[in-house]
């Protein structure tokens, strides 16, 4: 009987025992049961992984763009899908061509973006910077450091640089021709255009201070207009505008000395009625009187711009062939459809007012210009308007063997006229050469070791990050960087501001004196770009790429919509 109560004892403990382990077997099949919340497709790279790639990803962009740094910097060459080529080695074009599809990439193309928009160049200079800010920071990183603390300590040097940078800032105003020419120069020096770069230095300056109006440049007043043909030497700035347009009528003058200059923007010929109107005529003498009229309409229009005095007559709608023939018989050299932003320019250039009413034209409204002529360029005529007075709007006409030629000489022009403007937007400039990047790059340091936490290993880091840009000028030129950037250190240490690279013959220099001088905004745009986005990509620490939508069901279900029968 015992033994009876001590087996059913011992099978109710089992068989509990049995309860409970089913019951965790339920409760851990529930447990490990995954949960989604994100749609199909989805990717996602999550904590230290998801840093690495984004600075993986920056860094390469920084390397591609890398060697075309400096005076002897290599071009690339970029086909698109369509075959056609670029041949450059502007930052911003490179990268714009490319087609970068990678998010953390793309940021540093907006770098470059952002810098071709507020200076016009140094677009390589920040996408360098900020690919080496990130390399720099990635090895803190593996250090432990975290990267809120990375990020403080990028901004404090990055506050401090713009300090530095403008204490060390020289003065440049719109008188100094030869200092703007050197900065000119310095801006095309290692373009495609570097061997006519005395002249094109020379029509930028001249073009900038012709539309330098008190303390404002609108380089929109630049207008860079390309014709295949000739050598890039034959570039030249015209105190006025060039027309891709020619006359309307082949007996009008093709040279008007003196020219006084109306500008329209109404149409030259018979208005339509604003309603439907019809006329019926019933007899000859009706159509000729009614042609009569028109004709009339048309000699009275002519004879307003007749009595203006005007000369020239640019029209920003259409001339009817008639009046064509009229003003032709008048000796008045009339262009039609002209552009409205060309119309804006000719107002600047020739000091004449754009007229929206025919019956208001006086000799008040008219521009005046030394010389309007047609001119064949290549295989076009083209409308040369010269000689203007105080011209706030000028034309720069580029000329070059080849199409990739051509567009390599916008390019450094474009470049050299951003830095004139970005030079007297704040009249500062600083010497080139790497060397304002190591004076605060010994600044940084100093001033790290008033730090005293973590922050003073990224301002370090900073540091460091910015001697890439004197180690690239020297790698680029076959140079030995450890050697070049420790001669460099040491010149500086001695107090010597403006010594950089002479990147032609290996030695230190001092860079004013050398003609090797950028605007300030380069070096305080690039520092502020760079160190803003390689903050943003560090703080990133969860990349969830999107799988495709789910798409919507095609046609109505199977047996019909509901109802249908």
């Known amino acids: 009987m015992f033994l009876l109560c001590l087996n059913i004892k011992f099978i109710k403990q089992i068989t509990l025992l049995l309860i409970t382990i089913w019951g965790n077997i339920k409760m851990s099949d529930k447990q490990m049961q995954p949960i989604f919340i994100l749609p199909e497709g989805t990717q996602r790279s999550l904590g230290k992984q998801a840093q690495r790639t984004n600075i993986m990803a920056a860094k390469l962009v920084a390397e591609t763009v890398r060697t075309t740094l400096g005076p002897k910097g290599m071009d690339k060459m970029i086909v698109d899908s369509l075959g056609d080529v670029t041949i450059t080695n502007d930052g911003v074009t490179i990268l714009e061509e490319m087609q970068i599809e990678h998010p953390a990439a793309k940021m540093l193309v907006e770098i470059a973006k952002t810098q071709e928009q507020e200076v016009g160049d140094g677009t390589t200079t920040a996408v360098v910077l900020a690919g080496e800010l990130l390399k720099t920071a990635e090895i803190l990183l593996d250090q432990n450091v975290h990267p809120t603390v990375l990020a403080k300590g990028y901004r404090l040097a990055a506050v401090k640089a713009q300090e530095v940078l403008n204490s060390i800032a020289k003065e440049v105003t719109v008188d100094n021709t030869e200092l703007l020419k050197k900065i000119a120069l310095t801006a095309m020096t290692g373009k495609g255009a570097e061997h006519a770069g005395e002249k094109l230095s020379s029509i930028a300056v001249d073009a900038v201070r012709s539309v330098a109006s008190d303390s404002t440049i609108d380089i929109n007043n630049i207008k860079i207009e390309k014709k295949i043909g000739d050598s890039v030497e034959e570039t030249e700035l015209i105190k006025g505008l060039v027309l891709d347009k020619e006359k309307v009528h082949p007996g009008m003058p093709s040279k008007i000395q003196s020219a006084k200059i109306a500008l329209i923007d109404v149409p030259l010929e018979i208005k339509n009625t604003e309603i439907d109107a019809k006329i019926q005529i019933t007899s000859p003498d009706q159509m000729q009187a009614f042609l009569s009229q028109e004709e009339a309409m048309l000699k009275i229009m002519v004879d307003k711009v007749s009595a203006s005095g005007a000369t020239v007559v640019f029209c920003q709608k259409g001339v009817d062939d008639l009046i064509q023939h009229f003003l032709s018989k008048k000796g008045i050299y009339t262009c039609r459809r002209i552009k409205q932003s060309d119309m804006t320019k000719l107002a600047k250039a020739t000091g004449g007012r754009v007229v929206s009413n025919l019956n208001d034209l006086s000799a008040e409204d008219l521009g005046n210009a030394g010389l309007v002529e047609e001119i064949k360029v290549g295989d076009e005529d083209m409308t040369y308007v010269r000689d203007c007075q105080n011209p706030k709007s000028v034309t720069i006409l580029v000329r070059g063997g080849t199409e990739h030629v051509i567009d390599e000489v916008k390019r450094a022009l474009d470049d050299a006229i951003g830095d004139l403007a970005a030079t007297l937007k704040n009249n500062k400039a600083v010497a080139g050469a790497g060397s304002p990047e ?88 690039a520092v502020s770009s760079a160190s803003e986005v390689a903050v943003m990509i560090l703080r990133i620490d969860d990349v969830i790429a999107g799988g495709s939508e789910a798409q919507p069901p095609q046609g109505p279900p199977p047996g019909g919509m509901p109802g249908m029968y």
Do not use: C, M
């Open 438 to 525: 190591i004076e605060v790059a010994k600044e940084l340091r100093k001033y790290s070791q008033t730090l005293s936490g973590k922050e003073q290993l990224a301002v370090n880091a900073f540091a460091d990050s910015l001697e890439i840009i004197p180690r690239t000028l020297a790698e680029n030129a076959g140079l030995d960087p450890i050697d070049t950037l420790t001669e460099l250190k040491s010149e500086h240490d001695k107090g010597n501001v403006t010594a950089g690279i002479n990147v032609y013959t290996g030695r230190i220099v001092d860079s004013w004196e050398e003609g090797v001088i950028e605007p300030l905004k380069i070096k305080t745009q």
